[in-house]
């Protein structure tokens, strides 16, 4: 049997394996293979709501998304080409003491880090967004540095990037895999071969759980639904007017192509257990036609009251993907106990657009044994024990409540 040799080998096509692909690529002098069983961007990178949010409560996660931010204006150099993400910023909005209280600490925490944060008056809120509906007594706070993006345009930039710097890109790779040899990782089998590699980056999204296992590791990230809707186009909707964030609706809204994307985290989410996922998502579903709509109903209440357009217009379309989350809501990213050079990446906990560039440099850097720019320590694999598992009910059970617990974007 013949069997390519590689220094680093990357399983899974979305934005964080390339992502990944294209950091390691610019670090590691040797051969860099990426591997997809589909195609790129095929997974739950292109159905993400696209929100690129550094306003979070969690300060682990902000340098992550910095990067991000940073790291487009570097692709778009490299490849000589707008990405399209477009600073827009993103309007805070609350009511109430508890939600007055709770954004003024998010609008200082934000200025102490040296970003830009404004407290609009209601009726310049609702001048900047003329399908939001707030009343007088509501408070909002526009933080101008956020950002939207089209995550099947990213991926896309990043596997082409990575292409250019030499990482060998393959879609349609099934891995069918990962080998090792004692405690440590010498590789993948694929469907085309073998690949020797002493570095292999398990970033395969709500499939990265079950590669794992199979090599004896475990990775404590669970599959969890996520949905949005958008509407028929509307005439005041235009694409420079900022996404807005609804905590206490637990809901997210923004212009997409003259229409309205919208969404709201359910009070129990639904979790599936990775042992049931088809090979790809274009041939399953956890929701019905009738369930969409059902979900709709239930979040309508929240979400009129501050946009009234949805009874204004209709529903053109309704978005399903699976995001991997982990009960405290940050990544598993690191190399795993007990099977040297094997790293983990999944467990984005719904913010994989936003942390992908930090992700990404952050797992190529441990790869490569260069110093991390920021603590990798939040994200360690084996922080939940002999816990975290997805194939654990209640472990899943707890990835479930981080998601609806979520109120930012």
């Known amino acids: ?5 590689a220094d680093a080998v990357v399983v899974g096509g979305g934005i964080l394996g390339c992502a990944a692909a294209y950091y390691l690529s610019a670090l590691l002098p040797g051969k860099v293979i990426l591997a997809e069983r589909g195609e790129i961007a095929s997974g739950n990178s292109c159905r993400a709501a696209g929100l690129v949010t550094a306003v979070r409560p969690v300060e682990t996660l902000v340098p992550l998304v910095r990067e991000t931010l940073r790291v487009v204006g570097e692709l778009e150099g490299v490849l000589d080409e707008s990405l399209g993400v477009r600073k827009v910023g993103h309007l805070h909005v609350a009511t109430g ?20 944060a404004s407290l609009l008056p209601p009726g310049d809120a609702r001048a900047l ?43 349609r790779t099934a891995v069918r895999a990962i080998l090792r040899h004692g405690d440590r990782v010498v590789g993948i089998d694929t469907a085309d071969g073998r690949i020797s590699s002493p570095v292999v980056i398990d970033a395969a999204g709500a499939w990265a759980p079950l590669l794992a296992r199979e090599a004896g590791v475990p990775i404590p990230a669970a599959p969890v639904r996520s949905s949005y809707w958008i509407t028929a186009r509307h005439d005041r909707i235009r ?24 969404g709201v985290r359910e009070e129990v989410s639904r979790v599936a257990d990775p042992r049931l996922l088809p090979d790809a998502l274009d041939r399953w579903s956890m929701t019905t036609e009738e369930e969409s709509w059902d979900l709709l109903a239930a979040a309508a209440p929240r979400l009129s009251r501050y946009l009234p357009l949805l009874e204004e217009t209709g529903i053109a379309h309704f978005v399903e993907g699976l995001s991997t989350y982990t009960p405290d809501g940050m990544l598993v990213l690191g190399e795993t106990a007990g099977l040297r050079g094997l790293f983990a990446l999944t467990g984005c906990s719904g913010a994989g657009i936003s942390v992908a560039g930090g992700a990404g440099r952050l797992v190529a850097e441990l790869a490569s044994g260069r110093a991390p720019f920021t603590d990798p320590a939040p994200h360690r694999p084996d922080r939940f024990g002999a816990a975290g598992a997805p194939f654990d009910e209640s472990f899943r059970r707890r990835c479930g409540e981080a998601r609806s617990r979520k109120t930012s974007g």
């Not at 003491?97 to 830009?116: F, H, I, P, Q, Y």
């Not at 009343?135 to 250019?164: I, N, Y």
């Not at 900022?242 to 919208?262: D, K, M, Q, T």
């Open 1 to 5: 049997m013949t069997v390519e040799r």
């Open 97 to 116: 003491t508890k939600g007055e209280k709770e954004l003024a600490d998010l609008m200082e925490s934000v200025r102490n880090r040296g970003d830009r």
């Open 129 to 171: 967004v003329p399908w939001l509906r707030i009343g007088d007594d509501a408070f909002a706070a526009l933080f101008p540095d956020e950002a939207v993006a089209d995550g099947a345009v990213l991926v896309g930039a990043f596997a082409r990037a990575a292409r250019l710097h030499g990482a060998a890109i393959r879609p």
């Open 239 to 262: 694409r420079t007017q900022p996404a807005v964030i609804l905590p206490e609706a637990r809901g997210y809204a923004r212009p997409e192509s003259g229409a309205l994307l919208f």
